[in-house]
C-alpha cells in the first residue's frame, strides 16, 4: 500500500521543470542519433529500436527515481530511497550507455581536451570510486547530513551518477577501440563490484537497530522534506507526526527492505550483465575456432600441391 500523497501538490509530486530537463535531454539523444546522424555521419548505420527503447527508458527511469513521484517517497520511506539509488546508479548508466551509439560517444569526448582526464576512466579507479562513494554515502551521519544539507546532496548525486557512468563503461564498452578490458576481465570487474557493494548492504540488512535519524526523527525528517517540498518542511511536520505517517512498517522493517532490495537489484542486474558478457566471449572463442577449422583443409591443400 502506498503512502497518502494527498498532502503534496502536483508540482511537488512530479517536478515538472525536472521533467522538462530529462525530455529535452532524450529529444536531444533522438535528434542526434537521428536526423544530425543523417545529415553528418550518413555512413553510420541506423540504430536499431531496440537500442533506442534502451536509452529512453533509462531517460524515464531517472525522471521517476530522481525527480517523479518515487523522489519523493525516497524522502517519506527508506525502502523507496533504495529503490531509486538501485535505479538511479545501478539501472539507468547501463540503459543509456548500451543504448548510445558509438559515434555518439564519439563526438562527446573524442577531442583532444579529454586526453588530460584518462586517468579518471581507469578501471580500478572507477570501480573503487563508484563503490568508495556509494558505501560512504550510507554511513549512517552521512547519509543524515546530505539528506538535510541541499547543495551538498545534489552535488553529492551528480558525482555519484558520474562515478556510475564512469564504472559501468568499462562493462558495456560502448566505443569499441576505447575497451580497456578483455571479456574475462570484464567479468572479474563484475564480480568485483557485487563484493565492494555487499558491506553496505550488510550494514543496513542486519544492523541491530534503524540507523537513520532523518527517517526516524520528526525534526531531522522535516528538514529534509525541504528538499522536495515548497517552503518549509516544518510546515508539512504541523499537519503529520513525521515520517510514521506514511509507511505501514516499523522504521527497522523499513530499513531491511530497504537493503534487501538493494542486494536483490545488484544481484539481478550484475548478474544479468555478467551473462551477457559470457556469452559475448563464448561467441567470439567460437567463432575463432570456427575460423580456425574452416582455414585449415584449405592450408592442408596448398600443402599437398
Request: charged fraction near 15%.
Amino acid at each position: 500500500m502506498l503512502p497518502d500523497l494527498s498532502y503534496f501538490t502536483f508540482e511537488e509530486l512530479w517536478s515538472p521543470f525536472f521533467f522538462f530537463g530529462v525530455a529535452l535531454t532524450a529529444i536531444g539523444y533522438l535528434y542526434w542519433i537521428g536526423p544530425w546522424r543523417e545529415k553528418h555521419l550518413p555512413d553510420e548505420p541506423a540504430v536499431p529500436a531496440s537500442r533506442r527503447m534502451l536509452a529512453l527508458c533509462g531517460f524515464a527511469l531517472f525522471y521517476l527515481a530522481q525527480g517523479g513521484p518515487l523522489e519523493l517517497l525516497g524522502h517519506l520511506n527508506f525502502m523507496f530511497h533504495m529503490i531509486n539509488m538501485s535505479l538511479s546508479y545501478l539501472i539507468v548508466p547501463p540503459l543509456i550507455l548500451l543504448g548510445t551509439p558509438a559515434f555518439v560517444w564519439r563526438k562527446l569526448f573524442g577531442a583532444v581536451f579529454w586526453r588530460r582526464f584518462r586517468w579518471a576512466a581507469n578501471p580500478i579507479f572507477t570501480l573503487l570510486l563508484f563503490n568508495g562513494l556509494f558505501s560512504f554515502y550510507h554511513v549512517p551521519v552521512v547519509l543524515d547530513y546530505i539528506m538535510t544539507h541541499y547543495a551538498v546532496h545534489a552535488v553529492y548525486y551528480a558525482v555519484l551518477l558520474i562515478a556510475a557512468f564512469l564504472m559501468w563503461w568499462h562493462v558495456t564498452s560502448p566505443v569499441p577501440e576505447w575497451n580497456r578490458l578483455s571479456d574475462l576481465r570484464k567479468m572479474g570487474y563484475i564480480f568485483a563490484n557485487g563484493l565492494l557493494l555487499t558491506p553496505a548492504c550488510a550494514l543496513i540488512i542486519f544492523a541491530g537497530e534503524p540507523l537513520y535519524r532523518v527517517y526516524t526523527d520528526p525534526a531531522i525528517w522535516a528538514s529534509a522534506m525541504g528538499y522536495c517540498v515548497s517552503g518549509n518542511g516544518e510546515a508539512l511536520l504541523a499537519l503529520v507526526d513525521g515520517p510514521s505517517a506514511f509507511t505501514m512498517l516499523g522504521p527497522f522493517e523499513d530499513q531491511q527492505s530497504g537493503g534487501i532490495i538493494m542486494k536483490l537489484v545488484q544481484e539481478v542486474m550484475y548478474g544479468s550483465i555478467l551473462a551477457y558478457v559470457f556469452f559475448q566471449w563464448y561467441r567470439k572463442e567460437r567463432d575463432a575456432e570456427e575460423g580456425v577449422s574452416a582455414a585449415a583443409p584449405a592450408g592442408s591443400r596448398g600443402n599437398r600441391s
